[in-house]
Every structure is written in C-alpha cells, then in structure tokens.
C-alpha cells in the first residue's frame, strides 16, 4: 500500500500539492514548521493510490511516495 511522506520542515506551504491530488487528500497544516511555513500533509494515507502526482508538482521535492 503506497503511504505519502512529506518533510515538513523543507515545505514551504505553496499548496501545489492540494490542488492536484486526485483523492483530495492533502491539505495545509494548522501548525507551522521552524520556518514558519504551514506545512502540506495527508487527512488520510490508507487512501492514497501513490499516483505520484503530488510528487512530481512539487517544486521543493518534500513529497516521497513510500510502497
């Protein structure tokens, strides 16, 4: 079963992730990482289908699709 990983001290919060994720899984957090970005995150990684769309729209590379 894929399982998203984001490094949320890399992410900066643009929300590219959110928009393309065919599931819509991903959000922004409500907390902030050291660098005061709100950091993506998944409401539910049992449900991912490790499309890799996420992944590849990122532009900090902060999404890994674990299977």
Do not use: W
Request: glycine share 6%; proline share 6%; with cysteine.
């Amino acid at each position: 079963m894929p399982k998203p990983v984001f490094n949320t001290e890399r992410c900066k919060g643009c929300g590219l992730c959110t928009s393309v994720c065919v599931r819509n899984l991903i959000f922004l957090s409500e907390q902030f990482n050291s660098k005061g970005y709100q950091p993506a995150c998944c409401k539910d990684d049992t449900r991912c289908i490790g499309c890799l769309i996420c992944a590849r729209t990122c532009p900090d590379v902060v999404i890994e699709i674990h299977k």
